[in-house]
């Protein structure tokens, strides 16, 4: 009996973590990839002291933008069936981003921007993608 009951829970510990790891290498939803993003690609993001880096200019940030405009965006896209498709990147290559980016710190105007197109502009061309190849969704957001 204790022989079957061992077999029992080495079987229950293994298909465990067969789903663990298929939950890992399986698309994600739009809320998955968000948050996968952020916790894995943005908290990473490690910056010099100001003194030892290059100082940015406020009036460079153009194209950004309203919030109302990324409110009305984002409240159309949550009211689409969408956001619950398992369709963007899956957690495992952005945990292995993430790492990789993480080892890195930012120090210059270059470093911000390979991480900007590594973590960010990538990122958000995939949402975008996907919105777009939704024909309800599409039609909703463009005039």
């Given at each position: 009996?204790?022989?079957?009951?061992?077999?029992q829970?080495?079987?229950?510990?293994?298909?465990?973590?067969?789903?663990?790891?298929?939950?890992?290498?399986?698309?994600?939803?739009?809320?998955?990839?968000?948050?996968i993003?952020?916790?894995?690609?943005?908290?990473?993001?490690?910056?010099?002291?100001?003194?030892?880096?290059?100082?940015g200019?406020?009036?460079?940030?153009?194209?950004i933008?309203?919030?109302?405009?990324?409110?009305?965006v984002?409240?159309?896209?949550?009211?689409?069936?969408s956001?619950?498709?398992?369709?963007?990147?899956?957690?495992?290559?952005?945990?292995?981003?993430?790492?990789?980016?993480?080892?890195?710190?930012?120090?210059?105007?270059?470093d911000?921007?390979?991480?900007?197109?590594?973590?960010?502009m990538?990122?958000?061309?995939?949402?975008?993608?996907?919105?777009?190849?939704?024909d309800?969704?599409?039609?909703?957001l463009?005039?």
């Open positions: 009996m204790a022989e079957l009951a061992e077999l829970e080495k079987i229950r510990r293994l298909e465990a973590r067969l789903q663990r790891k298929r939950e890992k290498t399986r698309k994600t939803t739009l809320y998955q990839f968000v948050d993003c952020h916790t894995f690609l943005h908290l990473g993001l490690r910056v010099l002291e100001i003194g030892n880096s290059i100082p200019m406020p009036s460079n940030v153009k194209g933008p309203s919030h109302d405009k990324q409110k009305v984002w409240n159309a896209a949550l009211e689409s069936d956001v619950q498709k398992r369709r963007f990147t899956d957690r495992h290559i952005i945990e292995e981003t993430g790492r990789r980016i993480s080892e890195l710190t930012m120090s210059s105007g270059l911000l921007h390979n991480f900007l197109q590594n973590a960010v990538y990122n958000v061309q995939q949402i975008i993608e996907e919105f777009h190849s939704e309800d969704l599409r039609n909703k463009l005039p």
